[in-house]
T-cell receptor
Framework: AQSVTQLDSQVPVFEEAPVELRCNYS??????LFWYVQYPNQGLQLLLK??????LVKGINGFEAEFNKSQTSFHLRKPSVHISDTAEYFC?????????FGSGTRLLVRP | DVKVTQSSRYLVKRTGEKVFLECVQD?????MFWYRQDPGLGLRLIYF???????EKGDIPEGYSVSREKKERFSLILESASTNQTSMYLC???????????FGSGTRLTVV
């Protein structure tokens, strides 16, 4: 069965610093991978997705992620974060009729 | 843009009540999903539907049922609400397999 691991439950970072949120997946077949963001008391919003092609995927709000098949990873990065990026971030892998979500990483951006 | 609308943002219900959570999407999506989200547990799939009148159990279906009579509407039913069903409920839809989800804004249900 496919699974997703987000190793960090919380990542504190100062404003304008770079950030990386880690995601590892387990799958023996071709994968489709997603990152979602959730702001307080809201639903989840799609940040970016990898379906095929270039392993570097660019998303909204300046985020990007790199698909690494050999390391089964799909880490999310941003070169310079803003206070408004404070939110919870979820990595997900497509599994047949549904997405499998990681447990989430809370990004806390401090001034 | 696709819109997924959940009828209530906040609900307070009493133990034993029958509760209906409604979800409507406006872009002819085939697949619809209900998740609950709890601190430290992430998103857990309750039920999903890949077509009208079709439904499949997710990881935690106990205490819940669903209805999908029309393609655009997917209802989650708590037959007899209990305090351990206090949670954030998220509805999502997607066009078909391998497409990302579009989520509703969520319903925060409190059972007292």
């Amino acid at each position: 069965a496919q699974s997703v691991t987000q190793l960090d439950s919380q990542v504190p970072v100062f404003e304008e610093a770079p950030v990386e949120l880690r995601c590892n997946y387990s799958s023996s077949v071709s994968v489709y991978l997603f990152w979602y963001v959730q702001y307080p008391n809201q639903g989840l919003q799609l940040l970016l997705k990898y379906l095929s092609g270039s392993t570097l995927v660019k998303g909204i709000n300046g985020f990007e992620a790199e698909f690494n098949k050999s390391q089964t990873s799909f880490h999310l990065r941003k070169p310079s974060v803003h206070i408004s990026d404070t939110a919870e971030y979820f990595c997900a892998v497509d599994s047949s009729y549904k997405l499998i979500f990681g447990s989430g990483t809370r990004l806390l951006v401090r001034p | 843009d696709v819109k997924v609308t959940q009828s209530s943002r906040y609900l307070v219900k009493r133990t034993g009540e029958k509760v209906f959570l409604e979800c409507v999407q406006d872009m002819d999506h085939e697949n619809m999903f209900w998740y609950r989200q709890d601190p430290g547990l992430g998103l857990r799939l309750i039920y999903f539907s890949y077509d009208v009148k079709m439904k499949e159990k997710g990881d935690i279906p106990e205490g819940y049922s669903v209805s999908r009579e029309k393609k655009e509407r997917f209802s989650l039913i708590l037959e007899s609400a209990s305090t351990n069903q206090t949670s954030m409920y998220l509805c999502a839809s997607r066009y078909s397999k391998n497409y990302g989800y579009t989520f509703g804004s969520g319903t925060r249900l409190t059972v007292v």
